[in-house]
């Protein structure tokens, strides 16, 4: 759905929320117990888009995001992707993308367990819960 400007990250089912959740451990590392942002998996491969038009201000690797993307969108408001697979990236920092443009594919780079796309809102620089933020802008994920 882009008509309201803004766009579904990815075509993938949610299998972990936003907030406070058990640690899972595995490949030597464990996740915190606090979850800032929505895992969606399409599946090894699967196309990552821009939630909404901006510009491109991080595409790189960033520790256990792995290979990951930032865009600023204007207005204090940003998104991240995170889990990106190698060679997955399609666009470069300082581009500018608009809402739907296929920007990466998910892999499972950095502390993933599995193909899927960490996907995280920001307002002000702090991360939100993305469920209700992209809900408020006519996307359901």
Sequence with gaps: MVSSGWARPT???????FGPRSSQCGNGYCSTSY???????????????????????????????????????????GTGYAHI????FYVGYGQRVNAGDLIGSEGNTGNAFGCNLHFEAYVNGSPVNPIPFLADRGVSI
Excluded: E, W
């Design 11 to 17: 075509s993938g089912h949610r299998t972990s929320g």
């Design 85 to 88: 697979r190698p060679g997955g």
């Design 35 to 77: 979850h800032y942002g929505v895992d969606l998996s399409g599946g090894c491969g699967a196309g990552i888009y821009a939630a909404a038009a901006g510009t491109v201000v991080y595409a790189g690797y960033n520790g256990g995001y792995g290979n990951y993307i930032k865009i600023d969108h204007g207005g204090g408001i």
